[in-house]
């Protein structure tokens, strides 16, 4: 019997409708993950708290927390105002030995920093990608991001993530539009982003993490 493949970075993609996050500055996506986990790493949390939290942000928003029926951490994703029967669903992350796997996927990931971060690229089995608060992917810098960090959970509540913003990403021009609300990502020029390729494909800042060569999550 094979086992699943590991995947330590987001695939290159064939589909232009699914593109890599275009990032600010030098800080790369899983930087910005690990600094501000006390934001979206939430295990002491409940069901309750968690759809309080994601009524109020867009869709492609996450928590990741832990659930004690299904006795597993997993991933709380906000849905469109219009899916039924909620507006929040959530999927088991499974650990298996040295690798995490999200529920109903075949691909398997050395911590759970690098399985949120293929998913902010590639939906795979998700609705759509998911997606960090506004303020996260904007920041400039390792300080940024730490103050936001510094916050934790008030950071839902607070007013650094005030709503209505501007979108960050966009369809490629010939994609057909998305519906309303649903988190989009840029096109090939976008992923790009004129900087040089890392080995995958995507842009080097994505990869550039001095963290994973230690396998922190």
Known sequence: MTSKPTYDYPEPYANPRQGAV??????????????????????GI????????LQREPAGTFLVRRSNTRRCQVL????????SPAFVTTYCLCQERAAITLEGSD????????????????????PFV??????????????????IAHLGLEFWNSSLNAKGSTRLTSWGSA???????????????????????????????????????????
């Open 22 to 43: 275009t990032l600010h500055r030098n800080v790369s996506l899983v930087g910005r993950l690990r600094l501000t986990q006390p934001v979206w790493l939430q295990l």
């Open 46 to 53: 409940n069901s309750a708290a968690a759809l309080h939290i």
């Open 76 to 83: 709380c994703l906000r849905l469109l105002d219009d899916s």
């Open 107 to 126: 691909r398997s990931f050395p911590t759970l920093l690098h399985l949120i971060a293929f998913y902010c690229s590639v939906p795979d089995i998700l």
């Open 130 to 147: 998911l997606r960090l608060p506004q303020p996260i992917w904007e920041a400039s810098s390792c300080q940024e991001l730490e103050a």
């Open 175 to 217: 994609s057909p539009s998305p519906p309303p609300g649903v988190p989009q990502g840029p096109n090939r020029s976008q992923m790009d982003g004129g900087q040089p390729a890392g080995a995958c494909g995507l842009p080097t800042p994505f990869l550039d993490d001095p963290s994973l060569e230690d396998g922190r999550n």
